[in-house]
């Protein structure tokens, strides 16, 4: 069964994003260096420029992730990605209702009205053998809260924030318990992926 991972950038203090959802300070890590990583989507246009470690992360993560699962409040500030994931991979959106317009011709985005465990099992089944990534602060904690995380992703920036939105603020089911980290080392980011235990 595929693993599901939390995958998000974050300040050192807590925080995914500023209090005008803006990421720019937690993404700096992504122009930090001199080697160049093209994200799977020729029509996203998007590029990097991180550290030798930051590279072979990334890399590596593009080719575990087979689907990727976001909140609606991720989907929006991305602009729907233009029906299109950066990765290349299939995009599911747990909401309440499917937004205006949406789906589209052609898109990989696909909306989920019936709750996270659904969300989660069709985001499993696209991924197949491969992993899927979860996006976005409530998102991450509602599968936190239903038992339905492997593992948690964070590449951590060397930044503090003061404010916005954290990430672990609306945990349901307090202590949770994690494995031992592995660390990769790159230019302002530590990046740090912890197994969740499950009693």
Not at 12 to 17: E, P, R
Not at 153 to 164: Q, R, S, Y
Not at 169 to 184: F, S
Request: proline residues 6%.
């Amino acid at each position: 069964m595929a693993k599901v991972v939390a995958l998000m950038s974050m300040s050192l203090d807590g925080f995914v994003a500023d209090a005008n959802d803006g990421v720019a300070e937690v993404f700096d890590w992504y122009f930090s260096g001199d080697v160049e990583v093209s994200t799977a989507s020729m029509s996203s246009g998007m590029t990097f420029h991180v550290s030798a470690p930051s590279a072979d992360h990334l890399r590596a993560l593009q080719a575990e992730v087979g689907a990727m699962l976001t909140g609606r409040r991720t989907f929006e500030v991305a602009h729907g990605w233009d029906g299109q994931h950066p990765w290349d991979v299939p995009a599911f959106v747990v909401t309440h209702d499917v937004p205006e317009g949406w789906p589209r011709p052609g898109s990989t985005v696909q909306f989920v009205t019936d709750g996270i465990e659904s969300a989660v099992a069709a985001a499993r089944s696209a991924a197949g053998p491969k992993s899927v990534g979860v996006h976005g602060a409530r998102t991450i904690q509602q599968c936190l809260d239903a038992g339905l995380l492997d593992e948690i992703h964070i590449d951590l920036a060397a930044l503090l924030l003061g404010g916005g939105v954290p990430l672990f603020d609306h945990l349901a089911n307090t202590p949770v318990v994690l494995g031992d980290p592995t660390v990769v080392t790159g230019v302002g980011v530590t990046h740090l992926r912890y197994p969740v235990h499950t009693s």
